[in-house]
Structure formats: C-alpha cells, structure tokens
C-alpha cells in the first residue's frame, strides 16, 4: 500500500521560508508532504533506539531466593521408621467375667469388659488406681445435692402448708356442718347453712387458691428435675458397678503384695459397691418423694383449681334463693367429704 500524499498551503510565509528542504522538495515550492502510515498511525522513524527494560536490582545484604528445582525425576525422601512398643489393653471375654462374677449384672459386666479393653496395666500409674471412678462417685453425690435441694425447696414446702391449712378450713366447714343437732330426731342440723359457714373462710381460701396457682409453674419444674435425676441413677448405678468389677480384676492380674497399685484398686472397688448399694438402698424413697410431688401437683390442679370452685358454686346456687333441705344438704356434705379426701397429704 503506498503512502497517501497530502500537499497544504503553510500559513505565513515565514512559515514557508522556515521549512527545511528535503527529500519533498520535488513536490513544488512552498508545500510540504505529511505521511500517514498505513492505519491512521504515523510510521515511526527505522533505527529509533528503544527504553531499555527496568531492571530491579536486589537490595544489599538479601540472598537472592532459591526457586524450588520443577524437575520431575526429583523424589521426597522416605519417612524413617522408629522402632516403638505396641501396648493393649487387658484382654478378657465376656464368659470370663461372668464365671469370676456370676451375680453381676449383665450390663455391668459389657462395661466392665469394654473398660479392661482399654485400660493398659503398664501405664496405668498409682494414682490413676487411688482415683479410679472418682468422676462417677462425684456425680452421684450432684445427684444426691440437686435431690436435696428440691425437697428442701422454698416453694414445695410453702405449698405443702397452703395445702395443709386449705384442707383444715374446709375440714372445719365439714364438722360444723355435719355436727348432729341437739334433738336425736334431726340427724343433720337443720339451721347449719353451707353458705353462712362458707361466708367467714372465703377471703383466706380465695388467697390459698390464688398462691397454689401462682406456685403450680414452679412445682412442675421441680418435678421435671426430680424425673431427671431418677432416670439418670439407674445407668449410674450399672457403670459404678462395671468400675468396681473391673478394678477387682485388674486388683487380680497385679501383685497384691509389690505392687501398691493392687491394694489401691481393691479400696476403690469396695468403694464404688457401697455407693451402689446406697443408690439401690434410696431407691424406695427417691419414688416416695417422685410420687409426692406428683399427688401435690395433681391436688393443686384437679381438686384446688377445679373442683374445689366447682363446689363452691353449687353451694352458692343452691343457697341463692331458699334453704337447702335435708338431701341437698346431705349430697353437698358427701361432696365435700370427697374434696376432704382428696387434699389430705398422706
């Protein structure tokens, strides 16, 4: 592609008397040739020296860093191999344990068996033997504090007594009510009036029933922690007994007479059986107290909270307009009699 050729007049002649002759002096006086390069771009002068590249120099006192070698044939080096001591733990079978223990329980035995797997005699130290178990007898003493405190607490003892005290109001209703009159002809007393003798306890019993249901929330949490604490002794008392069968047999495998870790494992095996034998002893009372709580809960919602009002209104319904006569009286007092029956705390 040839260059395109463009001829313009200068503006001045000073212009035209300043231009250089050149090659273009063959076009004519007074004009000068421009040359585009092919694409708009000026062509750049052949043998023009290029800007170096810029070299950054490493600063003084930095060791160059060595790039790791990209060779393929490069292998690693092989691990080395120490030479150690391959330790297992006690190995015994389950029909062992149960002819070394036959009145053990079979659950106990299984965790006792998995426990002497994994224990190493080699490495088992002194005081590893003085503790063994410590952890499960520290709980169960938790267990034994969190039972104690729920019995003890602010809010079950306050209503047992608002119980206590509802039952006497309504016992003493009950007396007066059912007291035999002077003349042996009149079983029941024909003056004694339900809601004349309602009339003095109202306010107190409305107070008592106000308390219990403001306690009801509190009394179940309770019972929820008391279940907890019931369902979680029964696994204790199996790993307690696994742990005091597997010290015996590790008691058993050590010299009794050298080795003080023996006498060490036989102490804590005794140990951990009477804490079995004090988790199965308190069996009896920890339902005992499981079903209080339950008989209280249920009194408080069942006769307090419904039955109780449910009375209350029949007497005041029937006594609205005219007086009660003897049957109305006696099935009031039978009803009575069976809210009685079922607030007295046993």
Do not use: C
Not at 9 to 29: E, H, K, L, M, R
Not at 159 to 164: D, G, T, Y
Not at 231 to 257: F, I, K, N, T, W
């Amino acid at each position: 592609m040839k260059p395109k050729v463009i001829t313009h007049t200068p503006a001045s002649p000073q212009a035209q008397a300043a231009a250089t002759p050149g090659p273009d002096a063959a076009v004519g006086p007074g004009l000068r040739a421009t040359v585009i390069a092919p694409g708009g771009v000026p062509a750049t002068v052949q043998g023009a020296s290029r800007p170096a590249p810029t070299t950054v120099a490493p600063q003084p006192g930095v060791a160059p860093i060595a790039l790791p070698s990209a060779s393929p044939g490069a292998q690693k080096a092989p691990p080395s191999v120490v030479p150690g001591t391959i330790r297992r733990g006690v190995e015994v079978s389950l029909p062992e344990l149960v002819q070394r223990f036959p009145a053990a329980m079979p659950e106990a035995l299984q965790q006792a068996q998995r426990l002497l797997q994994a224990t190493i005699v080699n490495t088992l130290s002194a005081t590893q033997a003085a503790r063994w178990g410590e952890e499960a007898q520290q709980r169960y003493g938790a267990l034994v504090d969190a039972s104690l405190q729920i019995t003890q607490a602010t809010t079950l003892q306050t209503s047992l007594r608002h119980v206590a005290r509802l039952h006497a109001l309504l016992q003493g209703i009950a007396d007066e009510w059912l007291a035999p009159a002077k003349s042996p002809l009149l079983f029941w007393k024909s003056s004694a009036g339900p809601a004349a003798l309602l009339q003095a306890s109202q306010g107190e019993l409305a107070q008592l029933r106000q308390h219990l249901a403001e306690a009801l929330p509190a009394l179940r949490s309770l019972q929820a922690e008391l279940q907890g604490i019931g369902s979680e002794l029964a696994p204790l008392a199996v790993r307690l007994e696994a742990q005091s069968l597997a010290a015996h047999y590790l008691a058993d495998l050590l010299d009794s007479g050298a080795d003080p870790r023996a006498h060490a494992l036989l102490q804590r095996a005794s140990a951990l059986a009477q804490t079995v034998l004090h988790i199965h002893g308190g069996l009896q009372l920890r339902q005992g107290s499981q079903h209080s709580l339950d008989g209280l809960i249920h009194r408080i919602q069942d006769t307090v909270l419904m039955a109780l009002p449910a009375w209350t209104e029949k007497v005041a319904l029937a006594t609205q307009a005219r007086q009660l006569n003897d049957t109305e009286r006696y099935a009031l007092a039978q009803q009575l009699q069976g809210l009685l029956g079922l607030l007295h705390l046993s």
